[in-house]
C-alpha cells in the first residue's frame, strides 16, 4: 500500500522555522517528483515547492512559489525516502495546511508552480502550520 505521512508542522511565531517531512511506503520517492501543496481556509490548494525524480541525468531540480521563494528548501534523504520543507522566516500568511503529493507520470516539475492539485493521485494526510503574528 502506498502512503505518504507528513510531519513537522506546528504552531510558531513571525519569524520562525519549521522543516516538514514527508516520508514514503510502498514506492521510492527518488523516482517521483514531489511537489509541497499548502490550503489556507477558504482557499486553494497551491504548489509552493517541487523536486524532481531521478530520470536519466536529471535529478534533484527544484521549484518554488514566488511566494516562498529564498524561504523555503525542499530537499531529499533518499536513504530515508524522505523530501524534506524547510521553511524559515515564516510569515502569519503561510498558515495553513501542507501535503506533500506525488504522481506517477510527474518526474520533472515540469510547469510548476502551475500543476494543479487534481492532476496528483497520491498525498498525505496534512500537517497543520499555524504562524502567529
Known amino acids: 500500500q502506498v502512503q505518504l505521512v507528513e510531519s513537522g508542522g506546528g504552531l510558531v511565531q513571525a519569524g520562525g522555522s519549521l522543516r516538514l517531512s514527508c516520508t514514503a511506503s510502498?514506492?521510492?520517492?527518488?523516482?517521483?517528483?514531489v511537489v509541497w501543496f499548502r490550503q489556507a481556509p477558504g482557499k486553494a490548494r497551491e504548489g509552493i515547492s517541487c523536486?524532481?525524480?531521478?530520470?536519466?541525468?536529471?535529478?534533484?531540480?527544484?521549484r518554488y512559489r514566488d511566494s516562498v521563494k529564498g524561504r523555503f528548501t525542499i530537499s531529499r534523504d533518499n536513504a530515508k525516502n524522505t523530501v524534506y520543507l524547510q521553511m524559515n522566516n515564516l510569515k502569519p500568511e503561510d498558515t495553513a495546511v501542507y501535503y506533500c503529493a506525488v504522481e506517477s507520470g510527474y518526474k520533472y516539475c515540469s510547469g510548476f508552480p502551475g500543476t494543479v492539485a487534481s492532476d496528483f493521485d497520491t498525498w498525505g494526510q496534512g500537517t497543520q502550520v499555524t504562524v502567529s503574528s
Open positions: 523536486i524532481s525524480g531521478y530520470v536519466g541525468s536529471t535529478y534533484g531540480i527544484t
Open positions: 510502498g514506492l521510492t520517492l527518488d523516482t517521483h517528483a
